[in-house]
């Protein structure tokens, strides 16, 4: 024979799938030829997960093996059957400055069980103690059976935190989650009420409350920030109520009406918004045109994979964000994140004491079925969308005065989609954005220009098929967005996903996936939030970048991919996560001077030197299924930990009844 098998004495040919089946099945131990395979084999597997942590991907026979040998990485299922311990939940992230010894308070400590439509409601008063940065531990534990929950936190009517919740296991899970939340400090210097919406229901089928605790630590750093001295919502305003003050879009309009200071320098709008329900996986829709394709079998949703948020001031465009995709619970998940959006250039226009309306609008596209789109804001239920607008004053209580915006603003959309009868769709939607806005400021120190510019690309091509059971979807996502007085950010969200459903003449269903995603962002300067590198948990790195240096900008890159399996007879899942951050500064021998002659790029400025990047901190996960076989963590190019740990949990004999709480049996 060959091929994928190998000739055991005793035992005839096997695949490695099969002698892990024989050695589980076989009843007074395992022979030492049978074992003396396995054992090698598991050797193979290990080096190749030490040679590519971050890229190899495990095949379900490996899996299995891993399984068996579940021992050998920390897992004494037998010894523990009693106290099992909770398994945690992992999101590579940076480390976060956030002392432990230092001033700490308890911001909420709260079960979530039927909790829609009812809130945690506390109340947050000012430490005795002097700060200029504040980081939150967020830490949840959870067990049963769950869906993820989405969670905000406001104070009074501002959202500071969104997040969302991880699926419980049986005997249960635990997280914990450092955000630095330094660019609220305004905030945190006088009392609030404190709410706390993650809407969760507990019945006969779903079984997983939230224990919840958040921390707040206050401290002095080194000051590299400069927050902003107001910060004003941009919310529904329901604080008043008990509720949270979030707008649900499209059933209703996000927007409101606020007053900006007179004497406001600087202003940066921040864009909170996920797609839930019916739009939680935007990213997989179709064409409308193309929604009634497979009607016979089932409904596809429309108006395109394509979603865009438009921040309006007074009616006028103002920026855009383009959403981060999101398949299933990981990058970012525990912190979702923001976009920024400098609206200095609205400044004088904004700061005239009188009030402005700030509108929120989520579009998609609907086409007419030969080619063209257009933008509309008719898209699916739904999502929740919150913004606030942090503002810099000036010192001298001195109203800017000058001259604009001007706006110019480019979108293209191109469209197309085949059909094969009711057997196959494909389609493909290509979107472009350019947005230049631009004035001219006085203020008492002379007069400056102001600049917001965006360049964006989106690219969906996708395909259905076995009456759209079997569905591929490749996406990318690319941006440039910079200021004229040294902030820029570029970034780029690759994705690649495969689902496939099957019912079999027995009636019983098997769910296949697959899943490529990434996030990369460099980032020079500030908006409302500081630079990765100035809260990163510095102290662990190695002397060589000591005292503490200061850079210029960051750049991090996180990519991930994965593969599941479910089935009647059994299931199996891998997901490795790659996560590094890195500083990012001139050659030694460069400087960055700014071009106030051209339109800002990715810098906003023009290099004399090529950029120097250092690894600050580097973490690789591998996961099968619900426990984590690899880690390796590293700080400044020097590895601190490489590690299996949690066991590994059998599949390949269990259903999946047995393993998840639902499913066939």
């Known amino acids: 024979m060959g091929g994928n098998t190998e000739h055991i004495a005793g035992h005839g040919y096997l695949s490695l799938g099969q002698a892990v089946n024989v050695a589980q099945n076989s009843e007074g131990g395992v022979d030492q030829r049978l074992a003396q395979f396995l054992e090698k084999r598991l050797a193979e597997v290990w080096a190749k997960l030490n040679a590519h942590p971050g890229s190899y991907v495990l095949p379900p026979d490996e899996f299995a093996l891993l399984n068996y040998y579940r021992t050998r990485f920390g897992d004494n299922e037998i010894g523990s059957k009693k106290h099992p311990p909770l398994l945690q939940c992992l999101q590579p992230m940076p480390p976060i400055l956030s002392p432990v010894d230092e001033c700490q308070q308890i911001i909420m400590k709260h079960t979530f069980t039927f909790s829609y439509g009812q809130p945690f409601i506390g109340d947050y008063n000012p430490p005795d103690c002097r ?327 989106f690219s969906n091509i996708g395909s259905l098929s076995n009456t759209a059971n079997d569905h591929v979807v490749r996406q990318f996502t690319a941006g440039k967005q910079a200021t004229l007085a040294g902030y820029s950010t570029s970034f780029e969200y690759p994705l690649w996903a495969h689902s496939s459903y099957n019912t079999a003449p027995d009636a019983s269903v098997s769910i296949d996936a697959s899943m490529q995603q990434g996030k990369q962002v460099q980032q020079l300067a500030d908006l409302a939030f500081p630079n990765s590198w100035k809260t990163f948990g510095y102290t662990r790195l190695p002397t060589v970048f000591s005292p503490r240096r200061t850079f210029i900008g960051s750049s991090r890159n996180n990519s991930r991919n994965g593969t599941a399996h479910d089935g009647k007879s059994y299931g199996s899942s891998s997901i490795e996560q790659h996560m590094t951050l890195c500083s990012v500064d001139t050659a030694h021998e460069g400087t960055v001077v700014q071009d106030s002659t051209r339109v800002p790029d990715l810098a906003g400025q023009v290099w004399s030197a090529r950029p120097l990047y250092e690894e600050l901190y580097e973490r690789s996960i591998v996961a099968a299924d619900e426990s984590v076989v690899y880690d390796s963590e590293s700080y400044g190019g020097q590895e601190v930990n490489r590690a299996g740990h949690g066991g590994v949990r059998e599949f390949a004999a269990k259903p999946i009844e047995a393993r998840l709480g639902r499913g066939p049996a």
């Open 131 to 457: 700060f200029n940065r504040v980081t939150f531990n967020f830490t949840v534990t959870s067990a049963g059976l769950q869906l993820d929950r989405l969670g905000l936190m406001f104070l009074d009517d501002i959202e500071v935190f969104r997040t969302s919740t991880a699926e419980p296991t049986k005997t249960g899970i635990i997280w914990s989650y450092v955000k630095d939340m330094s660019g609220y400090l305004s905030l945190f210097k006088k009392p609030h009420k404190i709410i706390f919406d993650l809407g969760n229901i507990v019945d006969d089928a779903y079984t997983g409350s939230w224990t919840t605790t958040l921390t707040a630590t206050f401290f002095t750093a080194e000051d590299e920030i400069e927050p902003a001295d107001v910060i004003i919502p941009i919310s529904s305003r329901r604080s008043v109520d008990d509720s949270p003050s979030a707008f649900i879009v499209p059933e209703t309009r996000a927007v409101d009406t606020i007053m900006l200071p007179r004497n406001a320098k600087n202003a940066v709008v921040t864009i909170s918004a996920c797609g839930q329900a019916d739009e939680e996986f935007w990213w997989t829709h179709v064409l409308s045109s193309d929604t009634n394709v497979f009607w016979e079998y089932t409904s596809i949703r429309g108006h395109s994979p394509f979603r865009e948020i438009q921040l309006l001031i007074d009616g006028q465009l103002a920026g855009v964000a383009w959403p981060f995709p999101r398949p299933i619970v990981g990058i970012d998940a525990f912190d979702l994140q923001d976009d920024e959006i400098d609206i200095t250039p609205f400044i004088t226009l904004l700061n005239d004491g009188k009030d402005h309306t700030f509108e929120i609008q989520v579009l998609g596209i609907d086409d007419d079925g030969n080619g063209r789109g257009t933008f509309t804001t008719a898209i699916e239920s739904n999502w929740v969308v919150t913004d606030k607008v942090f503002i810099w004053l000036d010192a001298n209580n001195t109203p800017l005065t000058g001259t604009g915006p001007v706006l110019d603003s480019v979108a293209s959309i191109q469209l197309t989609s085949a059909t094969k009868g009711v057997s196959s769709l494909t389609y493909s939607v290509q979107v472009s954005r350019s947005i230049y806005i631009e004035s001219t400021l006085d203020t008492a120190d002379g007069r400056r220009t102001a600049i917001w510019s965006q360049n964006l690309t």
